[in-house]
């Protein structure tokens, strides 16, 4: 993964310490995961097109700050060369050479070698190590053969003797043979420079001119020099001596800098005039400590190709960031200017930072807030108590007063007012050693401002926001703010004072003060501004810096506008402190508290040179898409916004997108998704003195989708005539189906309504015959009921009779006639059972009915209820049942029980009324 580091170390010394580690510029380092190559990275150069490129084994690698690109050679042999000239890059590799040229977003390869046959049949073992130019003339070396190519010959040269590499020096060609001493070319023959001979058993790295002398790397043996008019000596400076114990493996003079690549120590880079040096290596920068070669680039920053990676140190860079890896000095909360150093308030105490030295203050250990200059002193808000360090470095203990967060001067008198853990006080001298208390509880207070003599504003060190009221220098009340506006929610209240006018920013929202009512107003423009941020830090009257999830913005306004500058997230992520940023302006620079240490920025408003900016987009299949270019329907757009620079010269850029808002371009990739067809416009700017510049637009249009095209369209209205046609020919079919129907229907409907003219009157016979026959039950019913009366009077006759032949005795012959006549007159059993069934059968609805409701009843019942319906008496009833008068009273009784009714209700009416 791609990691960035940056160093300005100081080393926590004991005062006897003669040195202490060295300033050191940020590095940005790239592994093959970022590249997605392979470890070595043996050159590198940088195109015309000013991208990056750089021979990785098998792979040449493009890098134009934005994105990685890869390419292999047809042969799939490892690259050991890369050079560029004139639109071109040259690489070398295993018996092959050739150039690379760039069109429509790729790289394409033409061979030079092949072409000329220089190693056909594999007759010969040689890899091109190196690439340089002369006079126009582009030189492929080798350790034994040195190829010239003059755009239209290419012819190879023999050297003397095997060669570590050759070296261009002032347009002269120097070849530095494996222990054979150095060479010269004049354009033909090589021929040997014993100005050199010094180092003739030595492995040459590098051959260096700086102004009139001559720097000669050697591997193992250290630097020598060769002063004009002078013989070659030994380099008299103290690096030489380290140099001689590392292994010296690329070397490089520029702008008298010299930079010494080594195999296990990284990079060290020597001032020639200043005679200091630094050295960055795999433990404090670099990813890897062997430095296999080294190259400028039009910044003048340094790139680095390592055997397991790349580097790029850039020199260049507004911010600088002092940090102590050795975790002593602490998190820092406060920076003062110290002599010609710092003073460093710490979680850990007092720190001395000067002549890149660091020291502990003794007996300051401990938690310090607040570092405040007065007169020639220094005040200490310290956790156990308020400090004074003298410029003399004397340190003693002024008062009680623990944790001073905050001292300010009295506007409006003589003295300080200090906030610290147990509240407010008022300081009135110099010496600090008399004091009052302004508030009146025992609280924390955190920040305050002072708006008149007797008013102050302050938060304590959790929530609220509170107006402090004093009455001669003594407290006279306090009300709480927040409480009196109803806001609920005021932990973490922030104070902020901007251009004259007070702001509370209160559970994200921005308010000001109505000193007559003590109302708090929100405030509109930083409202629309400054919503949704962890933190605002003062800087001074006209700018300001702003946390936003995690990211540092400058903030300057100019007119009525604010712009937004980002700090570069990798100069101080993992190393803020929440809610206890500061800015402090110091000698013109502008230093930010960290944990262990401080970022430095060297200004507020950057105009970054103007810069060629370029836009890149392709496709889902990674090919170009040229400008105002067309492309298909929801086809996905990656842009690449790409600056000619790499380091701090490379301006901060936003983009817009139609007409969408200004968005921060960030790392430079945009991926453009669900795109909807038309014209799009996305538009590159950057910021100049406050203004919004465009500096780049690229333009594409997205065109409908397949099925909106213009064969479509035509397809789809000749579709929409068919249809038409079709709707017309089915609505006449249908139309003419409708009549049709219709007339079928009125033939039915005719005959329907005869079939119930028919059916009515089958109904109205049924009707007829049904009625005829319910009056022919009924008439037989009378009868039956006539029989039945019939029969009862006979049998009351026969039993007068039986009574009167009882009582008279007299003659026995009457008596005996009598008796024959009347069992002659009496029912016999087939007629009487012959009755019960058409009395049934009769009755048969009504047997149904009553059986199926009251289903306890017994045959016996139901004759009786039979006889009741028809309105039969008791009298009448009892021989047709063959009981007495009393046995049918007494079954009537029972029957009426076993129906359920009371003795309102009459029988013969239940009986009738059940159908």
Sequence with gaps: MRTTFFFIFFILLQPLTSRSQEILPFV???????????????????????????????????????????????????????????????????NEFGYWERKD???????????????????????????????????????????????????????????????????????????????????????????????????????????TDYYVFTQKSGVYI?????????????????????????????????????????????????????????????????????????????????????????????????????????????????????????????????????????????????????????????????????NNGAYSKLNDLVGGWELKPDLFSKGYIQANYIGLYKIEDDNFETYQKLNEKMKPVKDFIQLTNS?????????????????????????????????????????????????????????????????????????????????IIPIDNNSFMVNKQGSLYIINQYKENFTWMPIPVQYYKGKLINNETKVFNIDGKYLVNMDDGFLQIESLDYNFEKQQISIEAYNSENKLIANNQSIPFKEQVTLYIISEFFGSKKAILYYRIDDETLQNVGNGRLELKNLSSGNHIVQIFTVEKGNYVEVQRYKFTVLNPWYWSLWMKLIYVLLIVFILFLYYAWNKMKYRQKIKLKEEELRHKNEIIKLEIQAENKLKIQEY????????????????????????????????????????????SLKSKINKAIKINSINKNEWKSFEDNLLKSNEDFVKKIAHEYQNLTSKDIKLCIYLKMNLSSKEIAPLMNIGYRGVELHRYRLRKKLGLDSTINLNVFMNNIL
């Design 105 to 211: 977003g790729k790289m394409y390869y033409t061979s030079l070698s092949q072409s000329n046959n220089f190693f056909e049949n594999n007759s010969k073992s040689e890899e091109i190590w190196k690439i340089f130019a002369v006079d126009s003339k582009i030189y492929f070396q080798t350790f034994n053969e040195l190829f010239v190519y003059n755009k239209q010959t290419i012819h190879n040269i023999t050297f003397p003797s095997q060669i570590s590499y050759c070296f261009v020096v002032d347009n002269q060609i120097y070849a530095a043979t494996v222990r054979k001493g150095i060479y010269k070319f004049d354009g033909e023959h090589f021929y040997q420079d014993h100005s050199f001979d010094l180092i003739a058993n030595n492995i040459i790295y590098g051959i260096e001119k700086s102004n």
């Design 226 to 390: 060769k002063e004009k008019n002078k013989e070659l000596t030994d380099w008299k400076h103290e690096i030489n001596e380290k140099l001689k114990k590392q292994i010296i493996i690329s070397a490089t003079i520029f702008e008298n800098k010299m930079l010494i690549g080594t195999a296990f120590n990284g990079l060290y880079v020597i001032d020639l005039k200043q005679k200091d040096y630094y050295n960055i290596n795999r433990s404090n920068a670099l990813r890897n400590n062997s430095v296999l070669s080294i190259f400028i680039d039009k910044e003048k920053n340094y790139w680095l190709g390592l055997d397991n990676g790349i580097s790029h140190v850039i020199q260049n860079s507004p911010y600088q960031i002092f940090l102590d890896n050795t975790g002593q000095l602490g998190t820092v909360y406060s920076i003062a200017k110290f002599n010609s150093g710092y003073l460093l308030g710490t979680n850990h105490g007092v720190f001395k930072a000067i002549d890149n030295q660091l020291s502990l203050i003794s007996n300051s250990q401990g938690q310090v807030w607040n570092i405040t200059p007065s007169n020639n002193d220094y005040i200490i808000g310290h956790n156990e108590g308020t400090f004074k360090l003298s």
């Design 28 to 94: 940005e380092n790239y592994s093959k995961q970022d590249y997605e190559g392979d470890n070595q990275i043996w050159s590198l150069t940088q195109g015309d097109d000013n991208a990056m490129y750089f021979a990785n084994n098998s792979f040449l690698l493009r890098f134009d700050g934005v994105k990685w690109e890869k390419y292999t050679l047809p042969n799939k042999s490892i690259i050991r060369s890369v050079f560029s000239f004139e639109n071109r890059i040259y690489t070398g590799s295993y």
């Design 769 to 812: 015959e049904k009625h005829i026959l319910e009056n022919q039950v009924k008439t037989k019913a009378n009868e039956l009921a006539g029989k039945s009366l019939s029969i009862v009077k006979q049998t009351e006759l026969i039993d007068s009779i039986q009574k009167i032949l009882d009582s008279e005795t007299s003659s026995g």
């Design 455 to 535: 008013v102050l504003l302050f938060t304590d060190g959790y929530r609220g926001l509170y107006k402090l009221e004093l009455e001669n220098n003594t407290f006279s009340r306090v009300i709480s703010l927040t409480e009196k506006n109803n806001i609920k929610n005021d932990y973490g209240v922030t104070l902020f004072e901007y251009k004259g006018t007070e702001l509370f920013y209160i559970n994200d929202m921005w308010y000001f003060l109505d000193k007559v009512n003590d109302k708090l107003l929100p405030h509109a423009v930083f409202n629309a501004n400054f919503k949704d941020i962890q933190e």
